[in-house]
Nanobody, 122 residues
Framework: QVLLVESGGGLVQAGDSLRLSCEMS????????MGWFRQAPGKEREFVAA???????TYYSDSVKGRFTVSRDGANTVSLQMNSLKSSDTAVYYC????????????????WGRGTQVTVSS
């Protein structure tokens, strides 16, 4: 069973940067595609970014493209570097993992972290 633990959330001001990390255990990290979703209060969960198991291909939502960077770091960690944060980025951020890229990008995987809160004050 995959276990995902996020860290790095917090309260920042608009324009600041923040780096989220997600540590995976329970399965072979390299066999899994990884991604990030977020959910703001009163809104549906939305896709943020994903990285394939080969660490080469990355994908972003239009709302974060050019500001956020997803990467696989080390043996079992995926990170989300968030720059030029906006108040609209305020949400709980969830790490996801899946053996197929479609399950990650579509959010249909069963493997989710508990989430970490990011609050951006304007």
């Amino acid at each position: 069973q995959v276990l995902l633990v996020e860290s790095g959330g917090g309260l920042v001001q608009a324009g600041d940067s923040l780096r989220l990390s997600c540590e995976m255990s329970g399965r072979t990290f390299g066999d899994y595609h990884m991604g990030w979703f977020r959910q703001a209060p009163g809104k549906e969960r939305e896709f943020v970014a994903a990285v394939r198991g080969n660490s080469v291909a990355t994908y972003y939502s239009d709302s974060v493209k050019g500001r956020f960077t997803v990467s696989r770091d080390g043996a079992n960690t995926v990170s989300l570097q968030m720059n030029s944060l906006k108040s609209s980025d305020t949400a709980v951020y969830y790490c996801v993992a899946g053996p197929t890229f479609g399950s990650v990008a579509g959010g249909t995987t069963d493997s989710w972290g508990r989430g970490t809160q990011v609050t951006v004050s304007s």
